[in-house]
């Protein structure tokens, strides 16, 4: 049965800010980290390559929303899921906690792309062996 | 009448990643970097006080959506406008443009609190004098 | 006998540049978050206090020699000693390597400081207790 | 007659961090921000190309002094020079001030390089039609 993947992640000082807690943007760095760890942890990565050539997943939606401020060496549990997995498309949704009182929630959308030579990105569908590994983390949204 | 507030800003070196684009994480510093440029232009501050005392603005949601990728030197222009000016709430809009095509579009919410000794934060509502600076870029949402 | 302190980091895509390569700021990044998960493995802090008041350690110079470019995901080691354990400062030497091959080698030095209520720092002496700790990880320079 | 070049450099929100100074890092993005604004006063570009194919000019060695630390909305003064202007390499110095008040001073050597297609760089002259160039800004050092 699908699982959150869950992770830690210290909140490092180059992290924080002047308001003494960790910086909104960082929690779009973690949400990454977190995204990588897992794709890692399926044997997958965010750089892949199939017969016809490498692809990648840029992203095209990213949202973030903050519930309580975190400061230097808080360690965050973050709960990572996919709450769509489309033909071509992944969202991602991210569940931030410490010591069990909710932080932040976000989600980061990205699409199964290949490049053409000249940069411009064309989408493909998710390669089956890749979204069957990703479903073992495919959770109903709530 | 109210109008966006316009500004730039170049893609440095360390704003990009082994993708050879802007990182995705980095709009959200330009939104913050083009919101301080916002305040100061208008006379404000995100750091601001009034007779009972300093007051801020935490970050409750953010969000950007993403249509083309830009790259190192790549000078972005953004337009700065406010879609909702609440009570106690601000949510700013940005949307980025390289020669004139689009490239990004994300929102920043953001609450006016004072904060007790011990770092927890509550909502006031924003001065009527901050308001009313503010509403020089209040523009209806799309 | 003193031994530097071992750790180890990944490169994390955030890290990155276009160059594809870890961008030469982040090993100042790294060796802060290195030298700060040390002074958690001797039970200090670089956010200190006495009878006094609080202290803390502002860099006062840095320096990295970079050998080889590193990427996306590779796990650095790091060992971590200190060169020059003075008075009132204190030189952490950082060396990188990956896979036994040398990466780059750098070097903090910060002073012991008592902030001012307007923000002045003055230097005073390290701790005893704070400096014995410090011993452990003492090495004779190369 | 050789002159440093000169610019500007707002701490933005982002570069603080908890101490509620710039992070100490921030000066290295600085001065590579700095050292790209001056090679495009000049013509020029980190990424280069010429007959032969691209070169670029990774960081062997980095450094920075520190004598005051620097706030959020301070408006940094930045002066660039190369104090040596070897045949393969380049070593910028950078001055920091803040009304007229020293802040901190740093250096980048970096060394012309071409990549064979496995990424492995190999140090080679300077173009002449570059190195004359660079010459606008090459002081003696102090």
Redesign the interface.
């Known amino acids: 049965m699908p699982q959150p993947y869950k992770t830690t992640r210290r909140v490092?000082?180059?992290d924080?800010?002047?308001?003494?807690?960790a910086?909104?943007?960082m929690f779009?760095?973690y949400m990454?980290?977190a995204e990588?760890e897992l794709l890692?942890h399926l044997g997958l990565?965010?750089?892949s390559a199939d017969e016809h050539g490498p692809f990648?997943f840029?992203?095209?939606?990213?949202?973030?929303?903050?519930q309580r401020?975190v400061?230097?060496?808080d360690v965050l549990s973050i709960e990572v899921s996919i709450v769509r997995l489309g033909q071509k498309s992944i969202t991602f949704e991210f569940n931030f906690t410490l010591d069990g009182r909710p932080i932040a929630t976000g989600q980061i959308t990205t699409v199964c792309c290949r490049f053409s030579p000249d940069?411009t990105?064309a989408s493909i569908s998710i390669p089956t062996w890749m979204a069957e590994k990703l479903s073992q983390v495919v959770v109903d949204a709530p």
Do not use: L, N, W
């Open positions: 490092e000082f180059r924080t800010d002047a308001a003494g807690i910086h909104f943007s779009f760095v990454e980290q990588h890692r990565s965010v750089m990648t840029p992203r095209v939606a990213t949202r973030c929303d903050y401020a400061k230097f060496e940069g990105p």
